[in-house]
């Protein structure tokens, strides 16, 4: 079956260790987002890969990188995590953005981040 | 960032009542708007979508939407105990290239 894969369901680090958080698609999809939730909270648009273009929001702080070498693969990289940054972490993809059908959201399973 | 409110809840039914969600959004020019489930410590999973004003109905679930009053709801009929999770509204972002998320509200269906 197509879907969204993420690697690893937990993950634990140490304060000040950077981190990366790794998602594969089979879907063939343009568009690759990563989303950061926190308890009780709505998922918080980090950035997004449009094919090869980068699209970070303007809030996302610098310690969060993003990488996508190839159309299955999208890295999220924590270069010096703090404990505000332990979240469940969302890779999520879709056809092609733009709006309708195009613009639906398959997510994967999550990554749940511990920073200790 | 556009906003998208919700009642956090939670919203309690009985099993087989009517549970209506409600979503409000800031974008007036937001074109597309979903509603995902999430179960506890899982991702988010699509149900419904909707684009034009007025019903859509799939099975259990009625959307509503009403863009003159950035409003849109979810109707779940004949609830049920595995209904109960936290339902996020989703709204397109501005530039239309990614969705932006409520809080959610937190249904709990009582058997």
């Known amino acids: 079956d197509a879907m969204v894969i993420q690697n690893p369901r937990y993950q634990v680090t140490q304060f000040g260790k950077p981190v990366t958080l790794s998602c594969s698609q089979t879907?063939?999809?343009?568009?690759m987002y990563w989303y950061q939730q926190k308890s009780s909270q709505a998922p918080k648009l980090l950035f997004h890969?449009?094919?090869?273009?980068?699209?970070n929001e303007a809030d996302t702080p610098d310690n969060f990188q993003s990488r996508r070498p190839n159309t299955s693969f999208c890295f999220l990289d924590i270069r010096s995590p703090g404990l505000g940054d332990a979240a469940m972490y969302l890779c999520?993809?879709?056809?092609?953005?733009?709006?309708?059908?195009?613009?639906?959201?398959?997510f994967g399973s999550g990554t749940q981040l511990s920073v200790l | 960032q556009k906003e998208v409110e919700q009642n956090s809840g939670p919203l309690s039914v009985p099993e087989g009542a009517i549970a209506s969600l409600n979503c409000t959004y800031s974008?007036?020019?937001?074109?597309?708007f979903f509603w995902y489930r999430q179960y506890s410590g899982k991702s988010p999973e699509l149900i419904m979508s909707?684009?034009?004003?007025g019903d859509k109905e799939d099975g259990r679930f009625t959307a509503q939407l009403n863009k003159a009053s950035q409003y849109v709801s979810l109707l779940i009929r004949d609830s049920q105990p595995s209904d109960s999770a936290t339902y996020l509204c989703?709204?397109?972002?501005?530039?239309?290239?990614?969705?932006?998320f409520g809080k959610g509200t937190t249904l709990s269906v009582s058997s």
């Open positions: 999520a993809t879709s056809r092609d953005g733009g709006g309708g059908d195009n613009e639906k959201l398959f």
């Open positions: 989703a709204v397109e972002n501005q530039a239309g290239t990614a969705l932006i």
């Open positions: 890969y449009y094919d090869k273009d980068f699209n």
């Open positions: 974008d007036r020019g937001s074109q597309s």
């Open positions: 879907l063939n999809h343009n568009v």
């Open positions: 909707i684009y034009s004003n």
